[in-house]
């Protein structure tokens, strides 16, 4: 490519049309709808010269947008379209300039009886916007010599890049403020310069993926969807772009951002209420299902009830519900309820939900037989449940029995998977222990949850409250990467001889609410309770997402 077709290409893709722009489509009256729990779209279109449907031949034709319009029109969801506020040239301060100054324009779509209109009042009113834009504020910094090798100041492209990411979001935020539920979707760039030597497609690949990161990063915090472009126009550049000296796309090129910007809408768009169609079990074998009426059910004559593909009931309007019986426990079902008009006309969207009928649970068994009034009941069978404790094989859990030291390591480590590090034995007094319950111990050395006294763990005696509240802290610690650090002191008396440790552990308990002593005690030197260390367990594991 010559510099001069380059500039040209450059240009085409800043410039700013002075154009006295008509309605490409008169709006016209509604043929008679299909019966639709869809609300009626109104599509507002804003952006650059590819939202207004710039040609390769620079002249303004139909775009994306236009494209996307009919799909809604053909669906028979669409209320409006316009896209008289996409502009050739323009850049996201002109997006923001428009928002400031609230524009009036020329109205160019689908549906409308007036000729202009205003930009504030537009984004109020619609359903669905797109947003294309920032292309102009980057391109311009990013030229190409005699050869066709890319010319540029890093800084000022990378500031002009970080510009589009900003008043990307300000764009959003603007949008947002003045219509919240407003549906936006964002257009990705894709490769303009398919025509360039392929030593120098790297380059420009780089830059597009660094515009669409900054598109991207200016999206955070808010709903709008990105529509990715930039893979489906490289599957077939030259036909999509069919000028060399031009960077704007054919109507096939079109139409392929068309489906891109539909594809999203399909899965992200909110057809319909949450609770348009709904199922609630009645027994072991039987739903029933209940929906919402069509928008206008002035002439609807009945609703049809399918399974998967097969019809399997039909009711009269105005009734809603409908009940299936004979189903399968533990099997999903697809349900789908389609309205049908008295002159036979079927709903082209149909309502559709899955659903599970879970089998009944047996009756439930006692688990412990010595904890049916024990205060610790239900975290008791929840630590059980989740593996941390077992109980005896009397089916007794002996609540009220003190937890020894090795027993306390060992359910810590399970629950958090942890494996010792070395081969060696720290401690000298497991001899008589399983080698699994040394390995819980080793692991628990290994990784900084316990400690002994030269050379002995002492497994047999009992974990103290203090000793399981360190434990408890350094496992946090050991599971999140980070110490816990409470930020209040806890208030209990009873604690003040003990290590800051010890103290700031303790603390961390009792700010997670894990331990709330008693009557203002914590009572450190006591024995740990097997039902106290479940609570304590459990409560700290569901505290470090374990």
């Given at each position: ?11 085409a893709f ?6 006295a722009?008509m ?13 639709t ?6 599509y ?8 207004a449907g ?16 009919e799909?809604l029109?053909?669906?028979?969801v669409?209320q ?23 524009v ?9 009886s ?15 916007i797109?947003?294309?834009i ?36 300000k764009i959003?935020?603007k ?14 760039y ?13 380059i ?20 709008a969807?990105f529509?990715d ?13 069919p ?16 489906e891109?910007?539909h ?9 319909f209420?949450?609770d ?5 079990a009645?027994n ?16 609807i004559?009945?609703y049809q009830?399918?399974?998967?593909d ?5 009711v ?10 004979d ?14 008009d ?5 709903s082209?969207?149909?309502l ?6 879970e089998?009944?649970p ?7 037989t010595?904890?049916?009034d ?14 941390i ?18 027993q ?15 081969k060696?034995w ?6 008589d222990?399983?080698?699994?319950t ?7 050395f ?15 005696k009992?974990?103290t ?5 360190l434990v408890?802290s ?5 599971a ?12 209990f008396t009873?604690?003040k ?5 010890t103290?700031?552990?303790i603390a961390g308990l ?7 002593g008693?009557n ?23 505290a470090?997402?374990?």
């Amino acid at each position: 490519m010559t510099k001069k077709s380059i500039s040209y290409v450059v240009m085409a893709f800043a410039l700013v049309l002075q154009i006295a722009v008509m309605p490409l489509q008169a709006s016209a009256a509604d043929p008679e709808k299909a019966p639709t729990w869809i609300s009626p779209i109104n599509y507002l279109a804003l952006g650059d010269s590819l939202a207004a449907g710039v040609t390769p031949n620079n002249e303004l034709g139909k775009g994306y947008t236009d494209f996307l319009a009919e799909e809604l029109a053909t669906s028979e969801v669409l209320q409006a379209s316009n896209k008289g506020f996409s502009y050739p040239g323009y850049k996201t301060d002109d997006v923001l300039k428009d928002f400031e100054m609230d524009v009036t324009k020329p109205i160019i779509g689908i549906g409308h009886s007036e000729k202009t209109a205003t930009l504030r009042q537009s984004v109020k009113e619609a359903n669905l916007i797109t947003l294309t834009i920032g292309a102009n504020d980057v391109l311009p910094k990013f030229t190409f010599d005699d050869k066709g090798t890319p010319q540029f100041n890093a800084e000022e492209l990378q500031a002009a890049i970080m510009k589009v990411g900003m008043n990307t979001q300000k764009i959003l935020t603007k949008i947002y403020q003045l219509n919240p539920s407003a549906q936006v979707y964002v257009m990705g760039y894709y490769n303009p310069f398919p025509y360039l030597s392929p030593q120098n497609q790297p380059i420009v690949n780089q830059l597009v993926v660094t515009l669409n990161d900054a598109i991207k990063k200016g999206m955070t915090g808010t709903t709008a969807q990105f529509v990715d472009t930039s893979k489906k126009i490289a599957e077939d550049p030259y036909t999509y772009l069919p000028n060399p000296e031009n960077i704007h796309l054919s109507q096939a090129g079109y139409k392929v951002v068309m489906e891109a910007f539909h594809k999203s809408l399909m899965e992200n768009y909110s057809w319909f209420a949450k609770d348009a169609l709904t199922v609630s079990a009645k027994n072991a074998t039987t739903v029933e299902l209940n929906w919402k009426p069509v928008i206008d059910t002035g002439m609807i004559s009945t609703y049809q009830v399918f399974i998967g593909d097969k019809m399997v009931g039909e009711v009269m309007s105005p009734v809603l519900s409908y009940e299936m019986i004979d189903l399968e426990p533990n099997k999903e079902y697809h349900f789908s309820v389609q309205a049908v008009d008295q002159n036979g006309k079927k709903s082209k969207q149909h309502l559709h939900t899955k659903y599970t009928l879970e089998k009944e649970p047996a009756e439930p068994t006692v688990m412990f037989t010595d904890i049916t009034d024990h205060w610790a009941k239900d975290v008791i069978e929840m630590a059980a449940m989740k593996g941390i404790v077992s109980g005896y094989a009397d089916h007794t859990f002996r609540p009220e029995k003190s937890l020894t030291r090795a027993q306390a390591t060992s359910i810590i480590v399970r629950a958090l998977d942890l494996k010792p590090k070395s081969k060696k034995w720290a401690f000298n007094d497991l001899a008589d222990y399983a080698d699994s319950t040394k390995m819980d111990i080793q692991a628990a050395f290994d990784h900084g949850l316990v400690s002994g006294v030269n050379g002995h763990f002492m497994p047999n005696k009992p974990i103290t409250r203090a000793q399981l509240a360190l434990v408890l802290s350094r496992t946090y610690e050991v599971a999140t990467g980070k110490p816990f650090a409470p930020t209040v002191a806890a208030p209990f008396t009873d604690i003040k001889k003990f290590s800051k440790d010890t103290q700031w552990a303790i603390a961390g308990l009792y700010q997670m609410n894990i331990a709330t002593g008693d009557n203002g005690k914590f009572m450190p030197n006591h024995a740990t309770t097997r039902a106290h260390a479940a609570k304590m367990i459990v409560h700290s594991m569901e505290a470090i997402g374990q």
